[in-house]
């Protein structure tokens, strides 16, 4: 997975994956805004894989402790899971107590069934420069699978540095997933694909966003679609 550029479709209600069907390439299962989200992926009879994220409460998400990793121990179980996210922090000891025991462990439980590791990083603030943003995604890279990276923009230079860092890591040979939250950024959720981001992001309800800026699923599929075609004939 993520050989080539995945649109996933973001939901919490699985229930919800026909109607991305013609759009998405993968659904994104958030089970920390899920109701019952063990019981909805046993029922899972979807045709499109699932990455499943358990965000931490601490990374911006609404999973307040520890069990979300037997949760998402128990999901990579599925037949239907084909990538799990992990927050880099947590891998890296840069997170609570205790999370990079269970996170190391999580990903390897991954990686001996056969599912992608997204290693992830959110800055809710701000962008840093380039040459940090390379750091960031060199880092989330090298533990896991792919590097999602997604920061704030306060300013049109922002989204230049993350396009900027996507270009530079991927020409250093990182499969990454990058995106700036936030209206002045939220083009770059379109634009990365063209300079190697694997992963986009939009959810199947534009109600339900589950971050800032993002598009509507067929609004991002047209428009990558259109960017990488127009790319292709230029």
């Known amino acids: 997975m993520f050989e080539e550029f995945v649109l996933t479709a973001s939901t919490a209600d699985l229930s919800e994956e026909p109607r991305a069907r013609e759009h998405a390439d993968a659904v994104e299962f958030r089970m920390d805004l899920a109701s019952d989200p063990l019981t909805q992926l046993d029922g899972y009879e979807g045709a499109l894989p699932l990455l499943v994220t358990n965000r931490a409460s601490w990374e911006g998400g609404e999973a307040e ?16 899971v084909a990538a799990v996210d992990v927050e880099l922090a947590a891998l890296r000891g840069n997170a609570p107590e205790g999370e990079r025991s269970h996170a190391t462990a999580l990903r390897d439980t991954a990686r001996e069934e056969g599912v992608s590791v997204v290693v992830s990083v959110h800055d809710f603030t701000s962008t840093p420069e380039p040459a940090a943003l390379v750091d960031l995604l060199t880092d989330a890279a090298g533990e ?85 075609e127009g790319e292709t004939d230029g």
């Open 65 to 80: 402790d520890l069990g979300r990793y037997d949760a998402l121990s128990t999901a990579i179980g599925h037949d239907a």
């Open 144 to 228: 896991g699978d792919v590097g999602k990276l997604a920061t704030t923009a306060a300013a049109p230079e922002d989204a230049l540095a993350m396009i900027e860092a996507t270009h530079e890591a991927t020409a250093a040979g990182h499969r990454v997933a990058t995106m700036c939250m936030g209206e002045p950024g939220r083009h770059t959720r379109a634009v990365t694909p063209i300079y190697g981001s694997k992963i986009g992001y939009a959810p199947v309800d534009p109600a339900n966003a589950t971050a800032p800026g993002q598009y509507p699923l067929a609004t991002l599929r047209r428009l990558v679609d259109g960017l990488r």
